[in-house]
């Protein structure tokens, strides 16, 4: 197993170590700081709403939706227990006034969340879910009617680029037609060495893609 391997590895589930120091990259890589921003950004988020982040790492995103959702509640979601730990001590003053929450938990915990949730978010892990079909199933399950899911994707590969990203947005936009999710759009946002791309979708009550 090669070195780079070994580091690719930790941003899938970081722990020990070079866990730590990947929660770092990940919360001061300028590329990083930018993407996590920008889909903020795109959230068009209210003071009361809900908010569900999957796979929220060190808490950067988790933070910068807390400081919108100023009347509502965010909820951090990450399979490592290190970067629960750090996403804790990120948002530490709000989950202290009951406005956070930081589980240690998985996609497959999402079958068993009710339909709270405003906004459901996630940040370059998308290609780490088994299925992507079952996935966008359980977020459409979820959002509450109107609600909105943002997925956003930046190739890390040897050499990434801008048709490996937009190869990973056909496959979110299908998964998410799949899962009966509407008005769905392509986000691009340039970035070096390649650009990020956030798909977005809405669930409507009701809603027949025939």
């Known amino acids: 197993m090669t070195l780079r391997s070994v580091i690719v590895r930790q941003f899938r589930h970081p722990q020990g170590l070079l866990g730590y120091l990947a ?9 990083n700081r930018q ?13 009361r709403h809900r908010v569900l982040e999957i796979g929220c ?4 995103a988790l933070k910068a939706c807390a400081a919108k959702v100023t009347e509502g509640r ?12 750090q996403a804790r001590r990120r948002l530490a ?39 992507l079909n079952e996935v966008f199933g359980y977020i459409h399950t979820c959002l509450v009617d109107g609600g909105t899911v943002a997925t956003t994707f930046q190739p890390r590969s040897k050499n990434p680029t801008l048709e490996e990203a937009m190869a990973m947005a056909q496959r979110i936009e299908a998964a998410m037609d799949q899962g009966e999710f509407t008005d769905i759009q392509c986000h691009e946002l340039s970035l070096e060495p390649a650009p990020a791309v956030c798909v977005t979708g809405v669930k409507i009550a009701g809603y027949d893609r025939k």
């Open 23 to 31: 929660g770092l990259i990940m919360a001061s890589r300028p590329s």
């Open 35 to 47: 993407r996590n921003a920008w889909t903020v950004g795109l959230l068009g988020l209210e003071p």
């Open 57 to 60: 790492g060190p808490g950067l």
């Open 74 to 85: 965010v909820v951090g979601l990450d399979h490592s227990p290190l970067m629960v730990r």
């Open 93 to 131: 003053t709000e989950i202290a006034a009951d406005r956070a929450q930081v589980r240690l938990g998985d996609v497959t915990d999402m079958a068993q969340e009710p339909a709270t949730y405003d906004r459901v978010v996630s940040l370059n892990v998308v290609q780490f879910f088994p299925d």
